[in-house]
């Protein structure tokens, strides 16, 4: 019944920024501990960031300083912003909540 949609994924060049957004046609989504993870061809999923619905955050050390997972619950939303995007960053985006997963976006770093 909790059901993620992801957006705003792209192309964009090294250096450059994207703002991706995940929001949820479910209920309680202030409750929720939120996560973005990323999987790129031929490597495992790993966990880029969380925030708690008390607002805390971590970073994986790869995005860190880089990176900034934020959440409005009066949109049902969650985002990460990335700045600063490098070629290692290329992968497919999903937001993670409530044992549920979005169906992705693709992120593509490139010149």
């Known amino acids: 019944q909790v059901q993620f949609v992801e957006s705003g994924g792209g192309l964009v060049q090294p250096g450059g920024s994207l703002r991706l957004s995940c929001v949820t046609s479910g209920t309680f989504f202030d409750t929720y501990l939120m996560a973005w993870y990323r999987q790129a061809p031929g490597k495992q999923r790993e966990r880029v960031a969380l925030?708690?619905?008390?607002?805390?955050?971590n970073y994986a050390d790869s995005v860190k300083g880089r990176f900034t997972i934020s959440r409005d619950n009066a949109k049902n939303t969650l985002y990460l912003q990335m700045n600063s995007l490098k070629p290692e960053d290329t992968a497919v985006y999903y937001c993670?909540?409530?044992?549920?997963w979005g169906q992705g976006t693709q992120v593509t770093v490139s010149s």
């Open positions: 993670n909540g409530a044992g549920r």
């Open positions: 925030i708690t619905s008390g607002y805390t955050t």
